[in-house]
């Protein structure tokens, strides 16, 4: 028998924990990566010659953080490791790879999708100025580069990346000004019952919160961001928000690290034409998948956060979840056990998420608030009342022809980081419920990729 | 005008440094940073906005946003983010004057 | 019966949002009927050439009549479709010197129909226009033509011609064309009804489903145009550029926007798909396209592509479109099939069939687009 073609996107813990599946079973995969090292972003590795600990770059999740890479490097030359290569188009059951202005056109039997994540953004007037940046870059600069963003940052959004980054900020040593969370206390006595379904996650996220307080760090819950004050040369210099009480403050900065949770990279799993349904509770189209991790589309496996956001624990689980799910499908023999207690694993983790979504909503309605002159899409330098014109006189509705008549989501990051604010403000406006806005389509390439491509000069 | 600085290093300040060059000044960087940091650590942008008056320093750190992108002085496209600094780099941080397409 | 009005056009791309515009201008009232949204397919995601050179000589008359729209469109729209009258080269290469002559063969024959080419080579071409790399040869440029926004071009029309009075229904497809007695009877896939005495069928690659249902079957063949859009660099790049050659993966172009990104057309066509409403881009169109557009301006080649796409064109084997009344029904008319080329010629099709719908003919040559052509025997 030929060998199975098996391509995995992304070296997180899911496509780690994929390709080690596949490697169990005595297949060599094709591992796909557009890092410079394998570790996904959560548990990013720091560059060769850095020296800080894992204890100290990942926390509470030292262990698994060593435990994904260990697992990586046991296998790293039994698979078929490619980094810094960016798929940037599929077709015709082969991935389209760049790298610099190399290129490859790759067949595979089954592909597995472990594309991870993003930071989920509300735009705030003023998040163009330079200091500006999401939770996860604030998390890369610390984790990957030893630096903090700015010389006083100011924490704003929700979700737990907010209280994970601001705490390893304070860890650190970097000047924290503030954690401001728009989130209210009362979604989180809500949210408790699914949030106990792993009590160590949730013990680990009450104890962040008590060490950022215990560092003197304000936090504020039930906050409306306002606004990021700042200089078209210097950038950001402070922070304007309504606190629970209806009152105004100002906060000194020169940096913020701003989101809310995470959405999904699912660019590629369109590209591959799966199919799409729209997620009532995070509010977000995502690619439909059965159990195991199968999409619509024959050969084709979503697994990790770039299916849903269900954290890296459960990444690992679906990462293996999805591989056993295509070994099965390539008929290699597969332990109905294993897959089974992966399954259970991967519903605790949603029940969790479930919570999560609960106790750190969206905050939708921050969209409809934009004012007019608050940039929307930050690559195209549209406005909230740009996009609002647009509708007026056009009659748009649809994302996509939103998109087409005023550029919001038409730059360089497609949509990524003000798609999903768009859509909301859409809605608001048009006065029709956020699904029937629909999804920005994906668009090759999933990052841009150089007219130099495929040059043999 | 001194030029303040956006990053700050908060450990791993023990490695060779690596000096390249921004706009034809000498930046010094060190060893295993990227161009982002490099060039944040010494500044407070990385390139000017298309499309509004404000200048830009990057976003999302992790190669999505597509905001941090500089060039080489001979035109070459560079990702800040995701791209290491090396010695003797000569980096610019606005785009080329439109006389750019005469010079292939 | 929901509607009833002198005319019903199907299809809402360019040429029937502009024909329903025109039809206006002439106090003829109109239903359009649109099976998804306003010019989405290749009326929204063509290259944007508002290019007369290059076009069969017996169809200038026609994008000269267009060409005047395109003029005064911000007027006529009250919208502004991004038109931009900054020029259009063609150019072709060292190893085909032979076109060099039927450049200067075109622009002689043009020339008589109003459109003036000068033809450029060496250090006047160079000086010109800086960017063409060594392997170009020499170029006719238009000084008069240009481009424009396809994803605004057509909406705006359909917008026009609502504030005028037309009736626009979008999301409404047609499933059913039949003439009872005087009137022609159009069914919705949801049911719906319209009623009219006129017919006109602009629906593009689908065109071929309706003409059939009159006993006009054409041989159309859908395919989708091969779309890559740059970052955006500072505007050096006044003209559409375009190659001549009889090559199909040479035939690229480029344009760029006020606003700065390089909008790339052309090599290879994909496959698309009118039953799903659907059209891609091949991953190996677009990188030949690519490597075509570094050997025509080697400037680009640093770039960075930021979006591909493509639509859904429908090709007829001629390159002409079907255009004008129907052979087998009275009242019955069409105007689809542009292949690939209809954008800037389109306002001009909707005048043009609006007058003859209106008057009963026009002075723009329409033999060669006759539906007649493709009839059996």
Known sequence: ?457 | MPVMSRFVRLGETDRPPVTLYVDDQPVTALEGDTLMVALLASGGTLRQGEFGPEKRAGFCLMGACQDCWVWTSSGERLRACSTLATAGQRIVTSQPESTWPSNA | MNGASDVIIVGGGLMGSSAALFLRGHGISVTLLETDLIGRQASGTNFGNVRRQGRPIHQLPLANRASAIWRRSRELLGADVEYLQSGHIRVCYRERPELVGSMEDYAAKARLEGLDLELLSGNALRDKFPFFGPDVLAGSYSAMDGHANPRLAAPAFARAAQKLGAIIHENTKIVDAQKVGEDFIVTAANGRTFRAPILLITAGAWGNALSSQFGEPVPIVSRGPNMSVTEPVPYAILPAVGVMTPIEEETVYFRQVARGNIVLGGSTRGPSFPDQYRAYVEPQNTLTQLQQIRRLAPALGKLNIIRVWSGIEGYMPDSQPVMGPSATTSGLYYAFGFSGSGFQIGPGVGETMAEIIATGGTDIPMEPYRIGRFAKG
């Open chain 1, 1 to 457: 028998m030929a060998e199975q073609r098996i391509i995995i996107v992304g070296a997180g813990p899911a496509g780690t924990r994929a390709a080690q599946a596949c490697v169990a079973a005595g297949l060599q995969p094709i591992v796909l990566d557009e890092g410079r090292h394998a570790g996904g972003q959560i548990y990013r590795r720091q560059p060769d010659n850095f020296t800080r600990p894992y204890t100290k770059l990942y926390g509470t999740e030292a262990d698994r953080a060593q435990a994904v890479h260990d697992a990586f490097d046991a296998i790293r030359d039994r698979i078929d490791y490619r980094p810094e290569t960016l798929v940037w188009n599929i077709a015709d059951r082969h991935v389209w790879t760049a790298s610099g202005t190399g290129q490859t056109a790759l067949p595979f039997d089954a592909l597995l999708l472990c594309t991870g994540a993003t930071d989920r953004l509300m735009p705030v007037k003023g998040w163009q100025y330079a200091g500006s940046y999401s939770l996860g870059g604030a998390q890369v600069a610390l984790k990957s580069q030893a630096v903090s963003i700015g010389h006083r940052v100011v924490f704003m959004g929700s979700g737990p990346l907010l209280y994970l980054v601001a705490s390893q900020y304070v860890e650190a040593g970097a000047a924290v000004a503030a954690v401001l969370d728009t989130s209210p206390f009362s979604a989180r006595v809500k949210a408790l019952p699914d949030l106990l379904a792993v009590p160590s996650i949730l013990w680990n996220g009450v104890k962040l919160t008590q060490a950022i307080k215990r560092a003197g760090v304000p936090v504020h819950l039930g906050v409306t961001p306002v606004e990021i004050l700042g200089d078209p040369d210097t950038g950001v210099n402070g922070v304007r928000f309504r606190d629970s009480g209806g009152k105004e403050q100002s906060i000194a900065c020169d940096a913020v690290a701003m989101g809310h949770h995470l959405r999904p990279e699912t660019q590629l799993a369109d590209l591959a034409r799966c199919a799409f349904a729209f997620d009532s509770h995070t509010r977000q189209w995502l690619p439909e998948r059965d159990g195991d991790g199968r999409a619509s589309v024959a050969g084709v496996y979503l697994a990790g956060d770039g299916a849903r956001i269900l954290g890296a624990r459960s990444a690992e689980a679906s990462g293996t979840l999805a591989a056993l799910a295509a070994l099965a499908d390539l008929g290699l023999p597969v332990d109905k056990g294993v897959t089974a207690s992966l399954r259970g694993e991967v519903a605790t983790y949603a029940k969790f998420a479930r919570g999560l979504a609960t106790a750190f909503p969206w905050p939708s309605a921050q969209a409809a608030a934009l004012p007019d002159d608050a940039v929307l899409c930050r690559c195209e330098g549209v406005s909230a009342g740009d996009l609002r014109a647009v509708m007026r006189e056009t009659g748009a509705q649809e994302a996509n022809r939103a998109k087409a008549f005023s550029r919001v989501g038409m730059g360089r990051c497609q949509g990524r980081y003000c798609g999903l604010a768009a859509a909301e403000l859409i809605a608001a406006e048009a006065g029709i419920p956020v699904d029937q806005v629909g999804r920005l389509r994906g668009q090759a390439p999933v990052k841009p990729i150089n007219i130099g491509i495929g040059d043999e000069k």
